[in-house]
């Protein structure tokens, strides 16, 4: 299985707005007067439960070069949920367990499970805030559309979060990286 790694967008002071295929997402980002936000969503089972589980950054840098030095990272201080050996289960619940593999996990029990918490990098001041109470004015959250299967992810963080009033956005980068696993 195949879960994206790194995905880089270069985006001008419009909208940008992009489709990667290989990796089954489709991500796009806006750019308003005092705001940047990054949009993603797939319809892919595993690159679901890899953004949900293992969580990944928004890289920001306005000069264009792919640094990581402004980031947010959600979510994290996750841990996946373990499931039991096949051989732990006794043969009644083998049956419905396989059922249940087959459709899928409920993905609206486990966005009400992420943890609201998010973790803020810009240099070297690291702060970890919560989703409703902070005020770095950022906003994350996930929704899962149950008619189209799709789980969409939102971050709107304001401009001046990532760069002084005076700085031009036109090479603004953005990327998203998933966390190496230990």
Known sequence: MKIYTTLLLLFG??????????????????????????????????????????????????????????????????????????????????KKTDEQERKGPDMNKLLEEMPRTARFINFDHEEEFHLDLN???????????EASKELHYHLKIPKNSIADNDTKLSKLSIGIVTPKTK
Request: no cysteine; glycine share 4%; proline share 4%.
């Open 13 to 94: 002071w419009a909208i940008g707005q992009a489709q990667n295929t290989e990796d089954n997402i489709t991500y796009q980002s806006i750019i308003d007067a005092e705001h940047i936000m990054v949009q993603l969503s797939t319809v892919d089972q595993a690159t679901m439960m890899s953004m949900l589980h293992q969580g990944f950054y928004v890289y920001f840098d306005v000069k264009g070069k792919k640094k990581k030095n402004v980031s947010i990272q959600y979510p994290i201080n996750i841990t996946p949920p373990e499931r039991p050996e096949r051989n732990e289960r006794d043969n009644n619940s083998r």
């Open 135 to 145: 005020n770095l004015g950022v906003t994350i959250n996930y929704n899962f559309d």
